[in-house]
C-alpha cells in the first residue's frame, strides 16, 4: 500500500512537472495554452478549482501570467496606480482607449486612408482627445459628484446623484465630446461645429440616459469610487466603437453613392478612391 501511494504520488508530481515545463517551454502559443489547459483542468493552477479551465487561463493571463496565478496581479498594480497617480492613470486609459477606439471601427467599417491603412490620421487625435481633453475632464466632474455627495448612501442621494449626473455632467461632457468631434473631422467654421453639436447631441444624449443611470448604479453599488472614471471610459468604449462603426459606414455609404452616382459607376469618368480623396459632403457629419 505504501509503495503504491508512493508510485500514485510520484507519477502526479511527473504530471505537474510535465504540465509546468509545457508552460514555461519556449514550444510555441498553442502548446502551452493546451498545457495551462490541461493544468487549469485538473485544479493544479493556483486559485482554480477546474472547474472552468479556458476561463481560467485567460484571467491568469489577464492578471499577469501564472506567477501571479491566486494573486490581484495587473488589476491591483492598475488600482494602486489610480490611487497613487489617478490623473495620469485615467489620462493613460483614456487615451489608449479612445484610439483604439477609433482603429477598432475603422478595421470593422472597413474605413481606410488614401494609403489603403486603417490607421488613420484620427487615431493619434483621438488619442489626443481622450487622453488631454476627455480624462480630466471626466476626472473633475466625478470628483465634483462624487464630493457633492461624500458620505450621503441612503436611497434618496442615489437616485439624485443619477439625475444630476444625467442633467448636468453628461450634457457637458457630450456638448465637449461633439465639438471634438467636429474639429477632428475637419470643421474650420463655428457654423460647421454648431451644426455638429445641433444634430448629434440629443442623439447621444439619448444614449446616455438609458446607459448612464445603469452604470451609475452599477458604480455606486461595486466600485471603489477611484475606479468609476475608467468604468466609465470602458463602457464608452464598447458604446463608442459600435457608434462610430455604424457611423462610418452610414458616411462611407454616402460617399460612394455621391461618388458613384445611384447607377453603382463613377461619374465624370472618375475611379473609385479612398474616403479621404472624396469631395466633402457640407458641413461636416457627427462622429
Same mark, same amino acid.
Given at each position: ?17 510535465? %504540465? ?11 502548446? @502551452?495554452?493546451? /498545457? ?7 485544479? !493544479? ?46 489620462? +493613460? ?15 470593422? /467599417? ?20 481622450? /487622453?488631454?481633453?476627455?480624462a480630466p475632464l471626466g476626472h473633475f466632474l466625478i470628483w465634483c459628484l462624487q ?26 461632457? !457630450? @456638448? ?6 467636429? +474639429? ?14 445641433? %444634430? ?7 444614449? @446616455? ?6 452604470? +451609475?448604479?452599477f458604480a455606486q453599488k461595486f466600485l471603489p469610487e477611484q475606479t468609476w472614471v475608467p468604468f466609465f471610459n470602458l463602457v464608452s ?6 457608434? !462610430? ?9 454616402? +460617399? ?32
Amino acid at each position: 500500500m505504501s509503495s503504491l501511494k508512493i508510485e500514485r504520488d510520484t507519477v502526479q508530481t511527473a504530471i505537474q512537472q510535465g %504540465v509546468q515545463n509545457a508552460v514555461d517551454a519556449p514550444r510555441g502559443v498553442i502548446a @502551452s495554452t493546451a /498545457a495551462a489547459v490541461t493544468e487549469a483542468a485538473s485544479g !493544479n493552477l493556483p486559485g482554480t478549482k477546474g472547474h472552468h479551465p479556458v476561463a481560467a487561463v485567460v484571467g491568469t493571463a489577464v492578471t499577469g501570467g501564472r506567477q501571479n496565478a491566486g494573486t490581484k496581479g495587473y488589476l491591483a498594480a492598475y488600482l494602486k496606480q489610480l490611487e497613487d497617480n489617478p490623473l495620469r492613470t485615467k489620462m +493613460l486609459t483614456a487615451g489608449t482607449l479612445a484610439g483604439g477606439q477609433e482603429l477598432i471601427a475603422s478595421w470593422l /467599417a472597413k474605413d481606410r486612408n488614401k494609403h489603403g491603412n486603417y490607421f488613420t490620421a484620427r487615431v493619434p487625435k483621438m488619442a489626443v482627445y481622450g /487622453a488631454l481633453v476627455s480624462a480630466p475632464l471626466g476626472h473633475f466632474l466625478i470628483w465634483c459628484l462624487q464630493k457633492a455627495f461624500k458620505n450621503r448612501t441612503s436611497l434618496r442621494a442615489k437616485i439624485l446623484q443619477i439625475l444630476v449626473s444625467n442633467l448636468i455632467i453628461a450634457p457637458i461632457q !457630450n @456638448s465637449v465630446y461633439l465639438v471634438a468631434m467636429a +474639429l477632428i473631422a475637419g470643421a474650420q467654421t463655428i457654423h460647421q461645429v454648431r451644426a455638429t453639436v445641433r %444634430v448629434g447631441f440629443w442623439k447621444v444624449m439619448r444614449v @446616455s440616459w438609458i446607459t448612464s443611470p445603469i452604470c +451609475l448604479a452599477f458604480a455606486q453599488k461595486f466600485l471603489p469610487e477611484q475606479t468609476w472614471v475608467p468604468f466609465f471610459n470602458l463602457v464608452s468604449f464598447v458604446i463608442g466603437t459600435y457608434i !462610430n462603426t455604424i457611423t462610418k459606414k452610414k458616411r462611407l455609404a454616402a +460617399l460612394r453613392k455621391k461618388h458613384f452616382g445611384d447607377g453603382g459607376r463613377p461619374t465624370g469618368g472618375s475611379t473609385m478612391g479612398r474616403p479621404e480623396d472624396y469631395p466633402p459632403l457640407g458641413p461636416n457629419p457627427p462622429y
